[in-house]
Every structure is written in structure tokens, then in C-alpha cells.
């Protein structure tokens, strides 16, 4: 009803995400340990998967990661908007609210759900706009579905952001655990999000995980978030030739590739509990200024022209992480990524140039039409 999907992700995910999971090289365990994890959980049955949110930036391509891993007829996508024909071409989807509690008791037991990955949520420039529905979706929703995986024994996986830590985090490096103060709705909701899986899994069991994720940079266009200027710069860009910056030059921010995003989450609720020292983890790929990522990409559009006007999202970036320390997570459960900037931006220029532009100009023709 009101957890509406900001963004919709649903061209660029390039196939190459790994078929079967695989624990990297920990010194912490053995080989033969190793080994006997992995084969432990491919001889598991696939999995039951309700991903909420599903038509956002994430949803879409997570449950085609997922869906060739574990079959499609097991990954079900749901939302409160209507989906796009392409959405119901691989797998089931279900319309979803995360604010009715009966309503999704009915899909994990008619369903016979197993995971529950919970994407919905407002970012952090939206949720300042409207601080009420923020609350709602962000915590009344977060708190029917982590009540609902304790009541059914679910592998829950809630997702976290950089947007977490606050003014008196210490901001590069930010480690796995400091002081969280952050100041955003989005920031508050999502450290009680961590604090409150946190509890469940010590109090109930229950199988919680949490990725504090960074700006994660897809070629879908930019849906809310602060630092939706490294997705906004690629699409105008390329069509304009121009981008006015609403952060300053030198704001450094923690990033991710699309791809490294959701190779870290498939290993992530692939990773044994044994492997697993904490039950939230930082991951992050690189950390860059917008003057660095705009140097970058003049190597591939000379002519661009940039400008620079700070916004009130200028305020947000100030308090957050400048780079990210995810050294327990590359300890623990092998986590790395394979994306840096002269890569990423490679990438974005050839997907958004194959797969948004053709499409805007065909809706110019049309429009004289």
C-alpha cells in the first residue's frame, strides 16, 4: 500500500554472477573445513524465496541471480505496483504489503517461503521528504517481517547502508563497530533495523544477516539516494553532454558495483553460521570523489561539462563514511570484490549506452509522431 519501490532495476546485470556458491580462502578455517561446508550446502534442497520490494533497485536482478541458482518457480518477487511484462517472464510474482501482517502470514504459509529478503524501504533523500511514510515502511514494515521470520524459523536478510553511521562515526575508516549516531530517518531506521535482527537472533535464533552496503551504482536511473549522483552523471551525461552536481567536488563516499553488490549478498545467505562472527557486516568495493569518478568518464565523453551546485544532500554526505572497512567480512566469509572505478565506469558508459539511450531517443521520435 505504501511501501511504494523507488527505483526499477531490470536491464543492466550482466550475466556472470557465479552459478554455485563458493567460500573463499579463510585463514580461520581449514581446507577439509572448507569443503565439508560447501558440500553441506549443495546437498540442501533450494530454498523458498519471497523477496518484498521486489520491483526496486535491487529485487529484479537479485531474483535472477537467484532464480539460476535455485530454479525459478523458488525465488517469488513481490511489490505494490504493477510489474512490467520482462518482471513475470522468469518467475512467480505476488503482489505483497509489507504493512499487513495477515497478508504476508498467508504468503509464507501458502507458499511455503524459507528466505524472506526484505528490499522495501524509502532511501535516504526520499525519507526526508516525508519523515511519516518513512516510518511506516522503514520500521512498521521491517518489524512485521522480522516478526514473521522468528514465527516461522526464515533466513531473514535485511539490508544496511554507509547512511547508518553519523556525524561522530569515525568516517575513513569506518570499521564494523563504532559509535552510530546517524541523522536521517533512513540512517535511524536502518540502525534499528541491525540492532533489533540483532537482538532476535540472540534472544529467538533466528537466522538474521545484514549487508551494510554503499552507494551502489547500477545504469537503472538514479531513485532517492544521496549518491544517486554517480548513476545520474552516466544517464544525462551521455544524453546531454552536461551534469550539474548537487554534491561539492571533494565529498568522498563509499561505492559499489551492481554486480559486486549482488555477488556479495549471494555469498553472504549462502555463508554458513559457522563462518559467521557477526551478524552484520560493512562491504564495499572503492571510495571516490564526484571529481574523481568525473575525470573518469571525460576519458569516454571528453565533452562534458560540469558544474557543481550543493544541495541539502550535501548535509547527509558530510556525516557519513568516507571509506568503508570491510576487513571482517573478506576474514570471515571470503567476501571481495572485483570492480574498481576504470572498470565501473567502463561498464556504466557501455550499459547505459546500450540500454537506456536507444530507448529515450525512440520516445523523442515518437513524441512527433
Request: aromatic share 12%; hydrophobic share 35%; glycine share 6%.
Amino acid at each position: 500500500m505504501l511501501c511504494k519501490s523507488i527505483t526499477r532495476f531490470s536491464y543492466c546485470f550482466t550475466k556472470n554472477i557465479c552459478k554455485s556458491f563458493h567460500i573463499s580462502d579463510n585463514p580461520s578455517y581449514s581446507k577439509n573445513e572448507r569443503t565439508k561446508y560447501v558440500n553441506t550446502n549443495n546437498a540442501i534442497k533450494s530454498p523458498k524465496i519471497l523477496i518484498t520490494g521486489g520491483l526496486g533497485q535491487l529485487g529484479t536482478e537479485c531474483a535472477k541471480v537467484l532464480r539460476r541458482n535455485y530454479g525459478n518457480e523458488n525465488v517469488i518477487l513481490s511489490d505494490i505496483i504493477k510489474p512490467t511484462e520482462e518482471s513475470l517472464e522468469n518467475g512467480p510474482f505476488i503482489f505483497a504489503d509489507i504493512l499487513d501482517f495477515k497478508g504476508l502470514q498467508k504468503i509464507v504459509v501458502d507458499y511455503r517461503i524459507d528466505w524472506l529478503i526484505h528490499f522495501s524501504a524509502l532511501l535516504s533523500a526520499v525519507g526526508e521528504q516525508n519523515v511519516p511514510l518513512a516510518v511506516r515502511v522503514n520500521i512498521e514494515g521491517m518489524h512485521n517481517v522480522i516478526e514473521l521470520a522468528k514465527q516461522y524459523k526464515l533466513r531473514i536478510f535485511i539490508p544496511s547502508t554507509i547512511g547508518a553511521f553519523g556525524p561522530d562515526s569515525p568516517r575513513n575508516p569506518t570499521p564494523n563497530i563504532t559509535v552510530q549516531r546517524p541523522r536521517t530517518i533512513y540512517g535511524v531506521s536502518k540502525v534499528h533495523a541491525e540492532l533489533l535482527g540483532e537482538y532476535y537472533h540472540h534472544r529467538f535464533g533466528l537466522d538474521f544477516r545484514c549487508l551494510r552496503f554503499p552507494g551502489v551504482i547500477s545504469c537503472d536511473p538514479p531513485g532517492g539516494g544521496t549518491t544517486d549522483y554517480a548513476v545520474a552523471v552516466f544517464h544525462e551525461g551521455l544524453l546531454n553532454k552536461r551534469y550539474e552536481c548537487y554534491l561539492e567536488p571533494h565529498t568522498r563516499l563509499p561505492m559499489m558495483y551492481i554486480e559486486d553488490c549482488l555477488s556479495a549478498l549471494f555469498q553472504f545467505l549462502n555463508t554458513p553460521n559457522e563462518l559467521l562472527r557477526r551478524r552484520v557486516y560493512n562491504v564495499t568495493a572503492m571510495s571516490f570523489t564526484p571529481e574523481e569518478l568525473f575525470n573518469e568518464i571525460l576519458k569516454y565523453i571528453p565533452d562534458l561539462k560540469i558544474t557543481y551546485k550543493p544541495d541539502k544532500r550535501q548535509y547527509i554526505a558530510e556525516n557519513w563514511p568516507q571509506v568503508f572497512d570491510d576487513s571482517e567480512a573478506r576474514h570471515d566469509w571470503g567476501w571481495q570484490h572485483k570492480y574498481d572505478l576504470e572498470r565501473l565506469v567502463k561498464s556504466m558508459v557501455k550499459d547505459v549506452s546500450n540500454n537506456f539511450l536507444p530507448k529515450h531517443r525512440l520516445k523523442e521520435v515518437n513524441s512527433y509522431v
